[in-house]
């Protein structure tokens, strides 16, 4: 158990729908990351955070993709009007220098 | 470019056998350096930071060459245990960038 919890861990919507992801990181770590991965490749950087503030936010990702963490603790990823496209595992990680600790994941399914 | 560029393999080796493999980077700015471990269906874990003199742990040497914005990843007498995805991993000024991965399976 890394202390990364992600939920929900397995999401199946229709096309067009929002899905909103939480992560819960380790508690005294102040930066926080979102990835997504689809098979055969590795983890694709998506955004990150230093406490509440979001530092970067990949350029790949449109607008139908926000992130938030309010309080500088767990983070919602929010996607909206999805689309098959988006199917994919979205792991959030938090980081203690050096390492990072990456959750279960969260999979989505858009039909 | 990508980034963080990878040889997806996969490596077919036996048992014992030494296998390498290297990563490049583009930005020739990044910081820190890491080796990252994935088993099928499981969430990546850290393997070993890369220090720029070279570091052992074990059967795992890592190396770092900022000239030619490389690093590599040797593993000697390899297990079955190592059957798994390797993941290099750079620091790019704060993102932590992925490369895709190169898999290894290592047979009896």
């Known amino acids: 158990d890394t202390g990364v919890s992600q939920d929900p861990r397995h999401k199946i919507t229709k096309r067009g729908q929002n899905v909103t992801f939480r992560c819960d990181p380790i508690?005294?770590?102040?930066?926080l990351y979102w990835y997504r991965q689809t098979l055969g490749q590795g983890p694709e950087f998506l955004t990150y955070?230093?406490?509440?503030?979001?530092?970067?936010k990949s350029r790949l990702l449109s607008d139908r993709f926000s992130a938030e963490r309010p309080k500088g603790s767990f983070s919602t990823l929010e996607i909206q009007r999805t689309e098959q496209g988006d199917s994919a595992m979205y792991l959030c990680?938090?980081?203690?220098?050096?390492?990072?600790?990456f959750g279960e994941g969260s999979r989505l399914t858009v039909l | 470019r990508k980034e963080v560029e990878q040889d997806p393999g996969p490596f077919n080796v036996p048992e014992g056998a030494t296998v390498a493999f290297n990563c490049t980077y583009s930005?020739?700015?990044?910081?820190?350096f890491f080796w990252y471990r994935q088993d099928c269906r499981k969430e990546p874990k850290l393997l070993m930071s890369?220090?720029?003199s070279g570091n052992e742990d074990g059967r795992f040497t890592a190396q770092l060459n900022r000239a030619s914005q490389y690093i590599s990843l040797l593993i000697r007498d390899s297990k079955l245990s190592d059957s798994a995805t390797y993941l290099c991993?750079?620091?790019?000024?704060?993102?932590?960038?992925f490369g895709q991965g190169t898999e290894l399976s290592v047979k009896p």
């Open positions: 955070f230093q406490n509440e503030a979001q530092l970067e």
């Open positions: 930005n020739s700015a990044s910081q820190s």
């Open positions: 990680a938090s980081l203690r220098p050096g390492e990072l600790f």
């Open positions: 991993v750079v620091n790019d000024e704060g993102k932590l960038i």
């Open positions: 890369v220090y720029s």
């Open positions: 508690s005294e770590h102040n930066r």
